[in-house]
């Protein structure tokens, strides 16, 4: 059965340091991956996604960017966070365009 | 463009109460139609889902049915537990990348 994984699950950086979350999917292959950001109280806004390594495409531009260096595996960073970058970060994948999408856990970010 | 229009929470409820949560949506084409449900401090889980017209969906005693006359895919519950306390998403998809497009989610409270 396919898994998806994320961490961390909880991090807390100051203003102006770098970010890195990753994200890891297990059990199938050449899946799409997505990024979403959930802020407090608000709903799920798509950040990044990626349909093949290499491939990274950006729906809000934000101080954030994202990389898939292998098939299975969606990276987010950012080399200076702001105040607005908090929030729940969530990866999904689907294995068909038209399908159901699958969450991983979430990472909560809070930027101090 | 495409929207996803919930209704406002939060929803309070006593055990054993019928839920109803609307959703209408607004779209190019033939979306798919999807009811995700986020349980706190967790990633989203999808609930339920409905690809074409008429289609009605159903898991865990929830049911959708996706109405394309009205472009309504509105979630029913016919007696709701406490453990279904909840934010429930309401969500399409239009495009060949995949894209979820989410509406603002509908906090369910249920009181014993």
């Known amino acids: 059965s396919q898994t998806i994984h994320q961490w961390p699950a909880t991090l807390v950086q100051p203003v102006g340091s770098p970010l890195s979350l990753e994200c890891t999917v297990e059990g199938t292959s050449n899946p799409n991956l997505y990024w979403y950001r959930q802020a407090a109280g608000r709903g799920l806004q798509l950040l990044f996604y990626?349909?093949?390594?290499?491939?990274i495409s950006s729906e809000v531009p934000q101080n954030l960017s994202a990389s898939r260096p292998q098939d299975r595996q969606f990276i987010l960073s950012s080399k200076k966070l702001l105040l607005s970058d908090s929030g729940f970060y969530l990866c999904a994948w689907t294995q068909a365009t038209y399908n159901e999408q699958f969450f991983g856990p979430g990472t909560r970010l809070t930027v101090l | 463009g495409n929207s996803v229009t919930q209704m406002e929470g939060p929803v309070t409820l006593s055990e054993e109460a019928f839920l109803t949560i609307n959703c209408t949506y607004t779209a190019t084409g033939y979306p798919s139609l999807f009811w995700y449900v986020q349980y706190p401090g967790e990633g989203l889980q999808l609930l339920l889902k409905?690809?074409?017209?008429?289609d009605k969906g159903s898991n865990k005693g929830f049911e959708a049915t996706y109405r394309k006359e009205t472009t309504s895919f509105h979630l029913e519950k016919g007696s709701v537990q406490v453990s279904d306390s909840a934010v429930y998403f309401c969500?399409?998809?239009?495009?060949?990348?995949?894209?979820?497009?989410f509406g603002s989610g509908t906090q369910v409270v249920v009181t014993p």
């Open positions: 969500a399409l998809i239009t495009d060949s990348w995949g894209k979820l497009q």
């Open positions: 990626s349909v093949g390594i290499g491939q």
């Open positions: 409905a690809t074409k017209a008429d």
